[in-house]
T-cell receptor, first 113, second 110 residues
Framework: DSGVTQTPKHLITATGQRVTLRCSPR?????VYWYQQSLDQGLQFLIQ???????AKGNILERFSAQQFPDLHSELNLSSLELGDSALYFC????????????FGEGSWLTVV | GIQVEQSPPDLILQEGANSTLRCNFS?????LQWFHQNPWGQLINLFY???GTKQNGRLSATTVATERYSLLYISSSQTTDSGVYFC????????????FGQGTTLQVKP
C-alpha cells in the first residue's frame, strides 16, 4: 500500500459524459501528479500540483482539468469523453516538488463505451 | 524533452534464472525510479536511485548518472516477478514529474 488513495477503482461511462476521479495523497505529501496509461501511448504525464498550485502541465487535453484543494486532495475532471479516453489513470504524490520518491496510487480504470 | 529507452522490450525467463534490465536516458537527472507493474495494473516502487547502487532482497539496481544509464538486476526469478518493469526519470531543474520509458515486459515461466 503506497498510501495514495484513488477513487473510483473502476468506472464505465458513455461517450460525451463527464467523470471526476479523486485522489488523496500520502499524509504530508504536498505534490500531486496525474498520469494516463493507455496501450498505445504508455504512461503519460498529465499535470502536477504543488501545495494547491499548478506546477507543470504535460499532455493533458483541453477537455480535461484538475485541481488540488486546500486539504491537498486532488480531482481530475474528464469531460466530453471519447472512446480513446479509455485508460488507466494514476494519481501519484511526493513530499516535495522535485528530487524525491514519487508514490503511485492503484489507479482508476476508465472505460468509455 | 528527455528520452528514456529501456531494453530489452520483452524477456522470457525460466524460474530461477537471473536477468538484467537496462534504462538509458538522454539528459542529467535528479531522480530515477524503477517500478514493477503487476498483472492487476498496480505500479509498485522498487527503487529510488538517482545514483549509486541499492539492493532489496533478490533485486538490486545501479545507476551511473555520469554515463546516463541504470540497470535493474533480478536474481533467482520467480513467477511473481512477471509483469512490466518501468524506469522513470526526472530531469534536473525540472518540476518533479517523472518521464517513463516504454517498459520491459517480463514473463517468468515455472
Amino acid at each position: 500500500d503506497s498510501g495514495v488513495t484513488q477513487t473510483p477503482k473502476h468506472l464505465i461511462t458513455a461517450t460525451g459524459q463527464r467523470v471526476t476521479l479523486r485522489c488523496s495523497p500520502r499524509s504530508g505529501d504536498l505534490s500531486v501528479y496525474w498520469y494516463q496509461q493507455s496501450l498505445d501511448q504508455g504512461l503519460q504525464f498529465l499535470i502536477q500540483y504543488y501545495n494547491g498550485e499548478e506546477r507543470a502541465k504535460g499532455n493533458i487535453l483541453e477537455r480535461f482539468s484538475a485541481q488540488q484543494f486546500p486539504d491537498l486532495h486532488s480531482e481530475l475532471n474528464l469531460s466530453s469523453l471519447e472512446l480513446g479516453d479509455s485508460a488507466l489513470y494514476f494519481c501519484a504524490s511526493s513530499r516535495q516538488g522535485s528530487g524525491n520518491t514519487i508514490y503511485f496510487g492503484e489507479g482508476s480504470w476508465l472505460t468509455v463505451v | 524533452g528527455i528520452q528514456v529507452e529501456q531494453s530489452p522490450p520483452d524477456l522470457i525467463l525460466q524460474e530461477g534464472a537471473n536477468s538484467t534490465l537496462r534504462c538509458n536516458f538522454s539528459d542529467s537527472v535528479n531522480n530515477l525510479q524503477w517500478f514493477h507493474q503487476n498483472p492487476w495494473g498496480q505500479l509498485i516502487n522498487l527503487f529510488y536511485i538517482p545514483s549509486g547502487t541499492k539492493q532489496n532482497g533478490r533485486l538490486s539496481a545501479t545507476t551511473v548518472a555520469t554515463e546516463r544509464y541504470s540497470l535493474l538486476y533480478i536474481s533467482s526469478s520467480q513467477t511473481t516477478d512477471s509483469g512490466v518493469y518501468f524506469c522513470a526519470v526526472e530531469r534536473i531543474s525540472n518540476t518533479g514529474k517523472l518521464i517513463f520509458g516504454q517498459g520491459t515486459t517480463l514473463q517468468v515461466k515455472p
